[in-house]
């Protein structure tokens, strides 16, 4: 077998393979639960949906919803508009809960928690 032979074979191996690979990555996401009427990105959910990073939740007066992602919780209080960021949350208007084993992070204008 030739070398050039050999090459295209294993370049339409590792062809099949990667993309493979990519899907498997982790993604950002996270599963959201509501409590009376909330939005994605404008979007109404019905009791639940899934957000992925760069989401917006927002929540009426009168509602609240919870996020779950991978080692993370985060109660979206009455009134909000957070943006979900895989690794971390952004309050835009509002109050959350956050309860993190995994470092999630949380940014109020110019300040982190």
Same mark, same amino acid.
């Given at each position: $077998?030739?070398? @050039?032979?050999?090459?295209?074979?294993? *370049?339409?191996? %590792?062809? $099949? %393979?990667?993309? +493979?690979?990519? %899907? =498997?990555?982790? @993604?950002?996401? =996270? $599963? %959201?639960?509501? /409590?009376?009427?909330?939005?994605? /990105?404008?979007? !109404?959910?019905?009791?639940?949906?899934?957000?992925?990073? +760069?989401?917006?939740?927002?929540?009426?007066?009168?509602?609240?919803?919870?996020? /779950? =992602? *991978? &080692?993370? *919780?985060? $109660?979206?209080?009455?009134?909000?508009?957070?943006?979900? #960021? &895989? @690794?971390?949350? #952004?309050? #835009?208007? +509002? =109050?959350?809960?956050?309860?993190? +084993?995994?470092?999630?992070?949380?940014?109020?204008? #110019?300040? !982190?928690?």
């Amino acid at each position: $077998m030739s070398f @050039s032979a050999l090459r295209v074979g294993l *370049s339409v191996v %590792l062809a $099949m %393979l990667l993309p +493979g690979q990519l %899907l =498997a990555a982790d @993604s950002a996401s =996270a $599963m %959201l639960y509501t /409590n009376g009427a909330a939005w994605i /990105n404008g979007a !109404t959910v019905p009791k639940s949906a899934a957000v992925f990073s +760069g989401d917006i939740v927002q929540t009426r007066p009168d509602s609240s919803a919870h996020l /779950n =992602a *991978s &080692g993370s *919780s985060v $109660m979206v209080l009455a009134d909000s508009l957070v943006k979900f #960021e &895989g @690794s971390a949350v #952004e309050i #835009e208007h +509002g =109050a959350v809960r956050v309860s993190t +084993g995994q470092g999630l992070a949380t940014h109020a204008g #110019e300040v !982190t928690v």
